[in-house]
């Protein structure tokens, strides 16, 4: 790995402060804050809510999230009703704009095979157990299509601005083996 | 002969469970983020496209001697004729004979 580095930095094909750059980024700047925040948006503004549900790509790019690997965005809803989770059968295709790089468990063996045939056995490997009616609905990404799923907002959360909001939304309630973190409990 | 692919995992039978993992745990070593970085920053220079990358690694088998690419070739168009006369749902299966009966 390091002659692979040393040799392309010496014929002129990277920079290694590019290189840094690029690690940075997905270190620190595209990761799954991004996505919390478009679910808190959805929350928080209906109109933004109808867009997202309608033109994820380009509601989520009007916050600036754009690129690679999340070119055609689909945001699927929770409710009382439906819970919607996401894999990649395939491989490991994954929204990184909004999410980032995927965990390990989304690009095993496990996950991938296992969500599709007892979504509720791999919930439970979660620690999140469903109401029988409440009915899963799980996405397979492809090539293209990307999904975002919205976790239903927790109660009593109305007094919580967008960034509070956001902090309740973990990574993996957004692909759908979590739900969204409850708030903490207002002092009386 | 059966086959499965081991590609599309959706549906397969698999007893393990899911390990979760913190959010902020991204690499787990030191190798991954400068692996990712470079094959990032040599995609950006347009020197290779994914589908080159993937025919160099379909292709280290001649490379490396395990099997010429005439065999290969062979074994790609046996699969390529198999999935064609095969109903979808049905399990596609090869004919080797062809190739492998003197």
Redesign the interface.
Same mark, same amino acid.
């Given at each position: 790995? &390091?002659a692979?580095?040393s040799v /392309?930095v010496m014929k002129g +094909?990277?920079d290694p402060a590019?290189?840094?750059l *690029?690690?940075d980024t997905?270190?620190n700047r595209i990761g799954?804050r991004n996505g919390a925040l478009v679910v808190a948006r959805a929350w928080r503004d209906a109109q933004f809510r109808a867009w997202l549900l309608r033109d994820a790509t380009a509601a989520i790019a009007s916050l600036g999230f754009t690129g690679r690997q999340g070119e055609h965005m689909v945001a699927v809803e929770n409710t009382s009703s439906v819970h919607n989770m996401v894999?990649c059968? *395939?491989?490991s295709c994954y929204p990184w704009p909004v999410l980032? /790089?995927p965990?390990?468990?989304y690009k095993?063996?496990? +996950?991938?095979? &296992?969500v599709?045939?007892d979504p509720r056995g791999?919930l439970r490997?979660?620690g999140v157990e469903l109401p029988d009616t409440t009915a899963i609905r799980v996405w397979?990404s492809t090539a293209e299509v990307r999904y975002l799923v919205i976790p239903q907002r927790p109660s009593a959360s109305f007094h919580l601005g967008e960034v509070e909001l956001a902090g309740l939304v973990?990574?993996?309630s957004m692909i759908g083996?979590a739900l969204a973190m409850r708030p903490p409990p207002l002092l009386a | 002969m059966s086959y499965r692919c081991h590609a599309d995992l959706g549906g397969r039978e698999d007893s393990r469970a899911v390990i979760p993992e913190a959010e902020g745990e991204l690499f787990h070593a030191d190798w991954e983020p400068r692996v990712l970085a470079m094959s990032l920053a040599m995609g950006a220079t347009g020197l290779w496209n994914i589908d080159m990358a993937r025919a160099a690694l379909e292709t280290l088998v001649a490379a490396k001697g395990a099997a010429s690419l005439d065999e290969l070739a062979l074994h790609a168009d046996a699969w390529r004729e198999a999935a064609q006369r095969t109903p979808h749902g049905q399990p596609i299966e090869p004919d080797f004979a062809p190739f492998t009966t003197p």
């Open positions: 790995m &390091r692979l580095e /392309l +094909y990277v590019a290189l840094d *690029l690690i997905y270190q799954p894999v059968t *395939l491989c980032g /790089l965990p390990t468990w095993s063996a496990p +996950y991938r095979s &296992r599709v045939r791999v490997d979660f397979d973990t990574r993996d083996t | -």
